[in-house]
């Protein structure tokens, strides 16, 4: 999947591929990953794009294309829901010194913290933590 997150990796696919229908497919890969199918495939996405805001001028319906995304606008939605910053703030931020990233694995609501000058996004999604600071 890492290596081919570009192509329509739907869920249908994906079950079909490994011999199991639908439903038990969504409840196993959860159950060993601690994601939902989507989440991950979505995760896997945004790291690419982000890589792509970062080290290219591609426009954002370009990066959405070539990461798997329908379009543009479906990646900016996306990119924001799970970043916290629009794609074109975060390009913004591609001269930072350091963009440090953790994941942790919690029950809780999704909330933001902000301290001091640095921006410290803390957001909790699917039982899982990820905090992502600029220097």
Same mark, same amino acid.
């Given at each position: ?61 370009? +990066?959405? %294309? *070539? ?7 479906? &990646?900016? /939605?996306?990119?924001?829901? $799970? ?18 990233? +953790?994941? %942790? *694995? ?7 913290? &902000?301290? /001091?000058?640095?921006?410290? $996004? ?14």
């Amino acid at each position: 999947m890492k290596q081919h997150f570009e192509a329509p990796l739907t869920r249908s696919f994906m079950a079909n591929l490994t011999g199991f229908n639908e439903s038990y497919f969504s409840s196993l890969f959860k159950k060993e990953t601690g994601w939902s199918y989507a989440e991950y495939v979505n995760q896997i996405r945004i790291a690419q794009a982000k890589h792509m805001l970062l080290g290219t001028n591609d426009k954002l319906q370009d +990066i959405a %294309l *070539k990461t798997g995304f329908a379009d543009g606008s479906y &990646l900016g /939605k996306t990119f924001s829901k $799970y970043v916290h910053l629009s794609p074109s703030s975060f390009r913004k931020r591609k001269h930072t010194s350091r963009i440090v990233s +953790i994941q %942790l *694995k919690v029950t809780c609501d999704e909330w933001p913290l &902000l301290l /001091k000058d640095n921006y410290i $996004y803390l957001s909790i999604i699917s039982e899982n933590i990820f905090l992502i600071y600029f220097d």
